[in-house]
């Protein structure tokens, strides 16, 4: 189970992005998208209504208390930060714990990140130290993580209302058969 966690949502400004980081997080393999201390839910209805329509499973969730959620978790947990380790250098070991362990916790943030989620983070990892973003943090570490899987295989999304033919040219839509 991947759960990516979004922290310093603002209201109205972040929309766009935050709805991204959870289209990112769905389209690139994680189970469930948590906003993290915000009270919008504009982008958390969004997520859904996509995955009424493109499939599921995939959770979306709204957590106030974010701290004890954080400290609550089963698994490991992996701060996206410009500052951390090398994701090439980290990434053999955060892969054999989310093996073994079934759980990983992906942190991405906005503005500033508070001091002590690199503290309670398992791992702080860079995708590159240079400043970016993080829906594309996001999706390079997602990506690295299942090996780029999820580009060619999308049969883990059930019961959606459409699905796509690939094709090289024009646009192929087809109704999903029913799970
Ligand atoms: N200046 C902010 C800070 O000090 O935390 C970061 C702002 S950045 C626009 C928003 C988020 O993108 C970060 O919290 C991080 O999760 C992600 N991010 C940006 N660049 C990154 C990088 N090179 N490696 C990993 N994550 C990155």
Redesign the pocket.
């Known amino acids: 189970v991947i759960t990516v966690v979004r922290f310093g949502h603002r209201k109205g400004r972040d929309t766009r992005i935050t709805t991204h980081v959870g289209l990112t997080a769905r389209a690139f393999g994680a189970d469930r998208f948590v906003l993290a201390g915000s009270d919008d839910r504009t982008p958390l209805r969004t997520l859904e209504k996509v995955t009424e329509k493109w499939g599921g499973p995939f959770e979306t969730v709204g957590v106030d208390k974010w701290r004890p959620f954080l400290r609550k978790r089963k698994g490991k947990l992996v701060h ?3 500052y ?1 380790l090398p994701l090439p250098r980290v990434l053999p070991q955060i892969r054999k714990d989310w093996e073994t362990g079934g759980e990983l916790m992906v942190f ?6 508070p001091p002590d989620v690199y503290e309670m983070a398992d791992y702080n ?10 829906v594309a ?1 996001l999706a390079v570490f997602l990506d690295r993580l299942t090996e780029g899987r999820l580009l060619e295989d999308s049969s883990r999304f059930k019961g959606a209302e459409l699905r796509l033919t690939p094709c090289a040219r024009g646009k192929l839509k087809a109704p999903r058969e029913p799970v």
């Not at 860079?126 to 973003?133: K, R």
């Open positions: 996206l930060t410009m951390g991405v943030g906005a503005e500033k990140v990892v860079a995708v590159g130290s240079q400043p970016h973003s993080e943090a």
